[in-house]
């Protein structure tokens, strides 16, 4: 294994690929660095010489411009180094695109959920949509009964774990001697409705109190997941005097798609007898909705019917070497195919915004990318805060050190070919290819409007580990390197890490990667964020979130 890497030629940094000590010697195309101090693991490392107020390269792209005079040799730090990207814009190019071979996935299909509009979804979820957040009491009890009785809660480890400790204090025995175990009684082939994937609750903390715009966005949202090809069937709960009104829900659902044509039923509080009647009448509704989506079998579907959503969290200066790019590469290959990519996170694409705008299929694309960028960034200013404070403690911990560092690593999940859309954030996607997805940069924000576009699987790099779902878009977890696969295995689902072992090529993970998504698709594989219950939703509220 090399123990450091120059990503692009223009480089005047290297990244570490282990621990290198003072004094070690190190090699850049011929010509010899000795290492001034202690550069870890994923940091980086200057190779020569530069003075205050200098570009500083990586990736080819500017990344950061030095506070004072460094050496060659020595650590990149906040300290030495600022936050800089180049300006952008629009101007006409030709881009030409060459993708990736994909003759071993040509004639593969998935075994999807057919929809009447010709989508193809990889689960089938009753979910329950509340119009306000005076529901969630609601909403909780039923979502306990109802995953409890039908086999969807697998709680029962923890269950028989919290009795053995009653038990056992009962007894006046030591409690640190009740062992956990991570074995569960529940059985998937034990459930009533075998196809139905389960019976989601979209919990959230709008609807009314703010302003009004925020609840449009809100209904905006929730219709697109109703709408959604991993949805089967829906129940709404309403209050009644919310500023979401049931009606604006309904609007928007069939300004989403006018042929909407799923089991929807809608209860409103102040028009029912008691809350008992609410709560009752729901779940009777919704077990006879579930009972008719049951009927829905998988079937064969081309992987043009594949919506990928691609998105990072927990990020470390491995990332935009292996995990990343293995999911770009992942990307390219189904945008060959036919299928649809998304690219979210538009705080993480500082500095790398004249490839997208190059990289577009038409003028209109590039100029609401623009549009939406510039936008978000002077709202984030105006706000005491900017995209160059994006990254966290634990991005900066483990070598990411400016915003643009991070973004340069961060877009390659997205691949290289043409950009076929700009989607504002609720707005959901309808073109095959690469689409740009706005949303935060914080992880549920994203995920919840990456699934909003479109996505039907998420794929989901982290580098620190993130333990982040969603309610109805499986979400696979790809560490970036092999200390974290190990250490938090119950979360991860592939390990890139390989890559910086050399076990594997990048382009040899993102096949592997590609395998994994049509067997997730087709129900053979059940992510680990999925059997977690991991189920974050949250709505952006359009506010300064980066």
Known sequence: MQHILKIHPKDNVLVALRDIGEKEIIGDEGKMVTILERIPAKHKVFIRDLDAGDEVIMYGLLVGKTESDVKGGSLVTTTNVKHATSSYGYRKTS??????????????????????????????????????FCENKNLDIIAEVMQQELGYADTSKYNRFTRQLVDAYQRHEDLDSIEFSPASDSKTEDRLFRNVNGVKFLRHE??????????????????TYA???????????????????VQDFLEQLKKINPRFDKPLYVFEQQQSKS?????????RKSFYGMAEINKLMRKPAGLE??????????????????????????????????????????????????????????KPTAERFIELMKGYEKLAIEAGSGFDMNPSPGNIRDGLVTDAMKSAGAARKGGSSPVMATLDYAEPGTKAGLQLACTPGNDVESTTGLTAAGSTIILFTT?????????????IKIASNSALASNMSDIIDIDAGEILQGKCSIAEMGEKILEYCISVASGEITPKAVSLNQDDFIPWKKGISL
């Open 206 to 223: 709008g609807g009314c109190g703010g302003i009004r715009q925020d609840a449009a966005l809100l209904g905006k949202l929730l219709a």
């Open 305 to 362: 019917k594949l919506r990928i959503g691609v998105k990072c969290g927990g990020s470390d200066g491995f990332s935009g070497i292996s995990a990343n790019p293995a999911v770009g590469y992942c990307a390219d290959l189904l945008v060959a195919l036919g299928g649809s990519v998304f690219l979210a996170e538009f705080p993480e694409l500082g500095g790398v915004e004249q490839d997208l705008i190059d990289r577009s299929v038409d």
């Open 95 to 132: 881009f030409n695109w060459a993708g990736p071979d994909i003759s071993q996935f040509r004639n593969k299909t998935f075994a999807g959920y057919h929809r009447s509009d010709g989508r193809v979804g990889v689960a089938n979820y009753w979910i329950f949509i509340p119009m306000v």
């Open 275 to 283: 809350v008992d009647a609410l709560i009752s009448e729901a779940i």
């Open 463 to 475: 580098g620190l580990g993130t333990p982040t779902g969603n309610p109805i878009c499986p979400t």
């Open 227 to 245: 709408d959604h090809p991993n949805v089967g069937g829906v129940t709404v709960l309403s209050l009644g005097c919310q500023n979401l009104q």
